[in-house]
């Protein structure tokens, strides 16, 4: 189902998106994983080839449109279309409930 089609995976280096990465190499996709910085996308595509599973990997500053828009065209350059986009990253604040304000 998945064999061949190209997806990015946000939030890839780490817990559930590098095993998000993981299911859809084992389902024979082409995986560009995002992470938020170099060191953690340069480790899981290092781990992640030593498990024989080849993906590639990018740091875009995901709130920087312009950042983000060069990437995606980088990589409709290179592998022709995007067919699938996993939104898993995220960010978190350390901070109680009460002194959150959106």
């Given amino acids: 189902m998945l064999e061949n089609k190209v997806a990015i ?3 890839g ?6 095993e998000i990465v993981k299911v859809f190499k084992e389902n024979h996709a082409k995986v560009i994983l ?8 340069e480790k899981a595509i290092e781990d ?4 024989k599973m080849e993906v590639t990997g990018y740091y875009p500053n995901l709130n920087n449109y312009e950042e ?3 990437v995606i065209k980088e990589i409709q350059e290179k592998y022709g279309t ?5 939104n898993n990253a995220g960010i978190s604040a ?7 304000t959106s």
């Fill in 9 to 11: 995976i946000t939030g």
């Fill in 13 to 18: 280096t780490r817990g559930i998106g590098l």
């Fill in 34 to 41: 995002f992470g938020s910085k170099k060191e953690t996308v």
């Fill in 48 to 51: 992640l080839k030593k498990e």
């Fill in 68 to 70: 983000v828009e060069k």
């Fill in 82 to 86: 995007i067919d699938i986009l996993v």
């Fill in 94 to 100: 350390n901070k109680k409930i009460e002194e959150t």
